[in-house]
């Protein structure tokens, strides 16, 4: 039997006259995501996209793992296609199709769907036909049409009659592409990743930005951010990263200027240096797993103070969050368990004993006027380490 995905539109549906144009980034993303499983067949016509496969050996397991993750997908299903667009083929098929599934449940319903008005049997009667095989095929199953253990779906459609089971949910947002450019501060930590995630699910191409401190910081730490970014991409399609140096930087902060603004300061140094790299990426905007209020240096004054900096928006999706919601994400993404691996980032180098939490813009940029970073914001922005990420499928 032939099988094949059908990928239901989320928010694709609500875009009028651009709805054509996300749908052809969303076909562009799925092609990409399932290019290295073989060959398929993608196309879109009444709210629903297919996915057939061309190969007789392709995982569609695996394909339909990598369609979970693809935004833009409110929905989708594994479904036979019929041999014919008929009512009796649809009745030899059901049965043997779904054997596996029927004979590990007790109570079932058919719901039918005719998107094709020219198929002479409605859709109550499609039901009640389909229902009466299947009793008869599985004499153990009553019908339960309020809290039934199974949906048994039919569709007849355009192209041809499908069967299939309950559809699986599917990644949500919009596809990635659609949303803009912007660039994400990435640490080895568990937000910035979570963050990577919220934005691409709204759509957003990333550029990634990550400072090194060596030997503060490990080869290990990197590679860390490289793993986790290898997970993101999961979701997000493939990105640059860009490693700053950043230890010459650190280490004049932590010699000229006062130990109270360190973090602050560094933190507005990044902004500086991330501006100027997401500009030559055409990017639009900065992106940062900040949470307001959990650490010193994300209070609504320390953030103004950094903000400031900037040339551009900052976006932090994670802003209002606690903590748990954080790490909940991070275990859907599997990017956890990475991110507490025991390798510290420059974030961690120099912290102050007591950070400003209060810090005043205008003391900031003077004692960041005085030390005098300009030469060393160039000097990282000239021996930029450029790492191009794709997908970890494994």
């Given at each position: 039997?032939?099988?094949?995905?059908?990928?239901?539109?989320?928010?694709?549906?609500?875009?009028?006259?651009?709805r054509r144009s996300f749908e052809d980034v969303l076909k562009k993303n799925l092609k990409?995501?399932?290019?290295?499983?073989g060959s398929f067949e993608i196309k879109s016509a009444q709210s629903t996209i297919y996915v057939r496969p061309l190969d007789d050996d392709i995982d569609l397991d695996d394909a339909c793992e990598r369609v979970s993750r693809v935004f833009g997908i409110v929905a989708f299903s594994r479904a036979v296609v019929c041999e014919e667009k008929t009512l009796e083929s649809i009745l030899a098929t059901a049965p043997v199709y779904l054997a596996?599934?029927?004979?590990g449940v007790k109570t079932f319903k058919v719901e039918a769907k005719r998107s094709d008005k020219r198929f002479p049997y409605k859709s109550p009667e499609i039901c009640r036909e389909v229902g009466g095989v299947l009793l008869q095929s599985f004499p153990h199953l009553s019908v339960d049409v309020h809290n039934p253990d199974m949906v048994v779906n039919v569709e007849v459609r355009d192209f041809g009659a499908y069967i299939h089971g309950k559809p699986l949910k599917g990644a949500g947002g919009i596809p990635v592409g659609t949303g803009g450019n912007a660039a994400i501060l990435i640490s080895g930590g568990i937000d910035s990743p979570v963050a990577a995630y919220m934005m691409a699910k709204r759509g957003v191409k990333l550029t990634a930005i990550h400072f090194a401190s060596p030997p503060y910081t490990s080869k290990r730490a990197e590679e860390k951010v490289v793993r986790?970014?290898?997970k993101v991409c999961r979701y997000s399609g493939r990105m640059k990263m860009y490693t700053v140096p950043f230890t010459k930087i650190q280490e004049k902060i932590k010699n000229e200027c006062p130990e109270e603004l360190?973090?602050?300061?560094?933190?507005?140094?990044?902004?500086k240096i991330s501006s100027r790299i997401a500009t030559d990426n055409d990017c639009s905007a900065l992106i940062t797993g900040e949470s307001l209020g959990q650490v010193a240096s994300q209070t609504i004054n320390a953030l103004g103070c950094t903000d400031a900096a900037a040339d551009m928006l900052?976006?932090?999706?994670?802003?209002?969050?606690?903590?748990?919601?954080?790490?909940?994400?991070?275990?859907?993404?599997d990017t956890?368990?990475?991110?507490?691996?025991?390798y510290e980032d420059c974030c961690t180098v120099f912290t102050p004993k007591h950070p400003r939490t209060k810090p005043v813009l205008k003391y900031v940029e003077y004692a960041e006027e005085e030390a005098g970073f300009d030469e060393l914001i160039q000097e990282a922005l000239d021996n930029l380490k450029i790492t191009k990420i794709t997908a970890d499928n494994d």
């Open positions: 039997m032939k099988e094949i995905l059908l990928l239901k539109d989320g928010e694709i549906v609500l875009k009028g006259l651009n990409y995501a399932l290019s290295d499983l596996d599934s029927l004979n986790l970014l290898q360190f973090t602050i300061i560094m933190r507005r140094l990044m902004m900052v976006f932090r999706p994670l802003i209002g969050m606690d903590k748990q919601e954080i790490i909940d994400i991070s275990y859907k993404i956890y368990e990475t991110s507490i691996e025991p």
